[in-house]
């Protein structure tokens, strides 16, 4: 009777086996078939093992490697050139100019929101967007205000954009605009004077602006953006004069003019 009972008797040996075996076992083989699948697709190998290879390390034991390579600055501690690239904002500046579908249409960065009396700016070099100024009470920035990625202006910045759309944006959000004209001014002083031509767009999307192609949008919309241009130059000291307005041909040579 215990010899039957005995060989009814349920293995769970196996079981308690299947459990304490170690983990790093299967990672191992998950590696291995990573490496063949990337090789069969001609894939970055590193990218499909990464997280895998991270888990093994930590399941090893090999935390000195995995504090290395995820290390982060101590509060306080000031970053190194590398490490701050690494760990701040993608960097829109960088971006192409023109749409690699539609080459008519620019690609723009917002810096300004409409309706805004904060004035922001994005700084490549901190990969953040900085408050660079603000207007007084009563003043705003009528329309959304940004630039074109991977441009140079005369003045040293990236070429201006001024974006007719319905809602406003927010700082560092990127649309497709198609140009429509562009305002030719100059900014400074009598004896020290330089172009800051600023393009005008209207974004894809807008229903307001759908069927506006050019910048022929009547005496009162030139006449209060040259208004707001030079009481905004104003507050800086500097005086800024219209010098005339062109259509949307001249606005892309600008922006081709300046790309780098």
């Not at 079981?15 to 990672?27: D, G, I, Q, T, V």
């Not at 023109?98 to 917002?110: A, E, H, Y």
């Not at 490549?124 to 990625?149: N, W």
Request: proline share 7%.
């Amino acid at each position: 009777m215990a010899w039957a009972c005995f060989l009814h008797k349920p293995r769970r040996e196996t079981h308690k086996a299947r459990e304490f075996e170690p983990r790093s076992r299967y990672l191992m083989l998950a590696d291995i078939a990573l490496l063949n699948e990337a090789r069969e697709q001609q894939s970055p190998i590193k990218e499909k093992i990464r997280p895998h290879v991270e888990r093994y390390k930590k399941i090893t034991g090999n935390k000195r490697q995995i504090i290395t390579a995820s290390r982060k600055p101590r509060y306080g501690e000031p970053m190194s050139k590398k490490n701050r690239i690494r760990s701040g904002l993608a960097d829109p500046s960088r971006l192409k100019p023109l749409d690699s579908d539609d080459k008519q249409m620019l690609r723009v960065v917002i810096e300004t929101p409409k309706g805004s009396r904060n004035k922001f700016a994005f700084d490549p070099d901190q990969h953040i967007f900085e408050l660079k100024k603000v207007l007084p009470v009563g003043m705003t920035f009528p329309y959304d205000f940004g630039f074109v990625p991977s441009t140079k202006a005369d003045d040293g910045d990236p070429v201006d954009v001024l974006v007719l759309m319905d809602e406003p944006a927010f700082p560092g959000c990127v649309l497709m605009c198609r140009p429509i004209g562009v305002i030719e001014g100059e900014q400074g002083n009598k004896k020290d004077r330089e172009r800051n031509d600023r393009i005008v767009t209207v974004e894809q999307d807008a229903h307001s602006w759908e069927d506006i192609r050019t910048i022929d949008l009547g005496k009162q919309f030139e006449r209060e953006l040259e208004e707001f241009f030079v009481n905004y130059h104003k507050l800086s000291g500097k005086e800024y004069r219209v010098l005339g307005v062109k259509g949307p041909s001249q606005a892309r040579k600008l922006v081709k003019s300046g790309m780098r």
